[in-house]
Nanobody, 123 residues
Framework: VQLQASGGGLVQAGGSLRLSCAAS????????MGWFRQAPGKEREFVAS????????IYADNVQGRFTISRRKADSTMYLQMNSLKPEDTAVYYC?????????????????WGQGTLVTVSS
C-alpha cells in the first residue's frame, strides 16, 4: 500500500494551501480516508476524514469552517483545501486510509499512512 502526500509549503497567515494524497485504488476505493497532523513537540492529531463515498465528513473543531476535505472516487485521490491558515496550523500533515468504510477521529481506525508533507504558516 502506498500513499503519497504533497502540496505542503510555506505560506503567510491568512493564506491557503491545497494538500493532495494519492492512494492505490485497489486498497482505498471502499475505505474511508483522513488527514492528521503533528506539530513539533506535540502528539499527532486528527484533522478531517471522509467516508468511502464522500457522504460522511468529519472535521476537528479547530479547522471547521477553514478546511475542506474531499476525495475523487475515480482514483481515490484525497484533498485538503486549507484556507485562512494560522501559525498554529504549522505541522507535518499525514494522509491515511482506514480499515473501515466510515472512520472517525481515532488514529487506530487507520491502517495505512503516507510519509507526510510539511506545512509552515508564518505570522
Amino acid at each position: 500500500v502506498q500513499l503519497q502526500a504533497s502540496g505542503g509549503g510555506l505560506v503567510q497567515a491568512g493564506g491557503s494551501l491545497r494538500l493532495s494524497c494519492a492512494a492505490s485504488r485497489r486498497t482505498s476505493s471502499a475505505n474511508a480516508m483522513g488527514w492528521f497532523r503533528q506539530a513539533p513537540g506535540k502528539e499527532r492529531e486528527f484533522v478531517a476524514s471522509v467516508s468511502w463515498d464522500g457522504g460522511s465528513i468529519i472535521y476537528a473543531d479547530n479547522v471547521q469552517g477553514r478546511f475542506t476535505i474531499s476525495r475523487r472516487k475515480a482514483d481515490s485521490t484525497m484533498y485538503l483545501q486549507m484556507n485562512s491558515l494560522k501559525p498554529e496550523d504549522t505541522a507535518v500533515y499525514y494522509c491515511a486510509v482506514s480499515m473501515f468504510a466510515v472512520a472517525g477521529r481515532g488514529n487506530t481506525n487507520y491502517a495505512y499512512w503516507g510519509q507526510g508533507t510539511l506545512v509552515t504558516v508564518s505570522s
